[in-house]
């Protein structure tokens, strides 16, 4: 199988997608009990400057899980934030899409590539822990996008999809 994307970026597939809903508890049995999708991982941030400034909001307070929808992941988050700094006034936190990930073999490599291609980051890549790096940014008309790179053997690595040999 041939892989997609460009060889500078080291693209290996669009990780997941993320989505912004009221209420978590909702989601949990709308995605996991009536779809069956798998949890992958729940997390709680925020309010912190590294949050404040990933995520383009200010004080804001996060819960999100990952869930395996068979040959995707998909981020659910739950915001406590009225606040934006949004160029386009739409705050991340804004029921619906907030951004996709990118799944890349060298996070700094990808990072300068897509800056030098206009990228606009909010940050520098951060390392989260467990082998994690991520970075947020916006595409040339202001939708976010997230670089990442997992460690090997991670529990939410594109490995781990249904069907996925990388």
């Known amino acids: 199988?041939?892989?997609p994307g460009n060889l500078k970026?080291?693209?290996?597939?669009?990780?997941?997608?993320?989505?912004?809903?009221?209420s978590l508890v909702v989601?949990?049995?709308f995605y996991l009990e009536t779809l069956g999708f798998t949890l992958a991982d729940e997390i709680s941030f925020g309010p912190d400057q590294q949050s404040d400034q990933v995520?383009?909001?200010k004080d804001a307070r996060c819960s999100s899980i990952l869930v395996n929808a068979g040959n995707i992941f998909l981020e659910i988050f739950e915001f406590d934030s009225t606040?934006?700094?949004r160029q386009d006034d739409r705050p991340l936190s804004e029921y619906g899409y907030t951004h996709f990930a990118l799944d890349v073999e060298n996070i700094q490599?990808?990072?300068?590539?897509?800056e030098e291609a206009g990228?606009?980051?909010h940050h520098n890549p951060v390392d989260t822990g467990d082998g994690y790096?991520?970075?947020y940014g916006r595409d040339p008309f202001g939708n976010v996008i997230e670089i990442q790179q997992l460690a090997d053997g991670s529990a939410y690595s594109l490995n781990q999809l249904n069907g996925v040999i990388l």
């Open 133 to 135: 790096w991520m970075a």
């Open 109 to 114: 490599q990808a990072f300068d590539y897509l």
């Open 83 to 85: 606040a934006t700094l």
């Open 55 to 57: 995520l383009g909001l």
């Open 27 to 29: 989601a949990k049995k």
């Open 9 to 22: 970026l080291g693209l290996r597939g669009i990780h997941h997608l993320a989505i912004s809903v009221p």
């Open 1 to 3: 199988m041939t892989k």
């Open 119 to 121: 990228v606009n980051w």
